[in-house]
């Protein structure tokens, strides 16, 4: 996304170009086309921004896992080399694939920003709103540490003031049920959605009752005892499975009433959560307008 004194003037991703579902790779062919667009040449961008920051990342992973330790250690032993080869070393990557695009007369590890995710994600929901003033909720399954963020904006000024942090997350509580109907955590959710209306939700007050916890100050908690995901190579245990009546659906097999009625029961839950949420930081700030952003939003 190309930005020029706070206006958006191109944006473009790499799929549309490569034809490659969720193309993961470096954007070469839609920063050259964010350029192209703007009538603008490399010189003239003066900085670039990356929606994360990969340092306060790995000391997420690093804690988690000493803190479930030794449990975990084939999750740890196969996230391990990718980190140390490619992640930890983004600023240089990164770097490296703009010089590639780009050019390499001009130094771009001096020109790269590292922004936090959830701030990535307030300000792509309030800064191209209509709002000079509304409070923002984001809400995902994690960023460096965290999962859920309250935030204010007025004008120009973007300020948190509320965080729930890992392991306790709704996009996670929703992503395990996205593994245990079957299908594939991070692109099936939407799948567990369209499924939702077809079902009946029998297991949401189960779901209240034994694995989220809501505070009356609008935070909530997982009882971490049902869940895999912070160490495992899985996102449920059998203590999960137990509690739902049996282990996960095997992906691709046929679709029962049971899995209709969780996914109807997982997006009432979702849904009660962060509406309860959003009239809390109603209450709190005192705003009247709402952005929402991030996976779960």
Known sequence: CLICNGNIVAAAQEERFTRKK????FPHHAIKYCLKEAGISESEVV???????????????LESYLAFAPRG???????????????????SILAKELACTLGKKTNWRERLLFSEHHLSHAASAFYPSPFESAAILTLDGVGEWTTTS?????????????????????????????YYTGFKVNSGEYKVMGLAPYGEPRYADLIKDKLVKIATDVSFQLDMSYFEYPTGLTMTNKKFDALFGGPPRTAETELTQREMDLAASIQKVTEDIVVRIAKGIAKETGEKNLCLAGGVA
């Open 22 to 25: 969720h193309d993961a790779n």
């Open 150 to 178: 309250m935030a204010v904006g007025k004008g120009k000024d973007l300020n948190l003031i509320k965080e729930i942090h890992f392991p306790h997350s709704l996009g996670l509580l929703y992503s395990a049920f996205t």
């Open 47 to 61: 900085n670039v921004v990356f929606y994360e920051k990969p340092f306060v990342k790995f000391e997420r992973l």
């Open 73 to 91: 250690f084939r999750s740890f032993a196969s996230a391990m080399p990718l980190w140390i080869k490619e992640k930890l070393f983004q600023k």
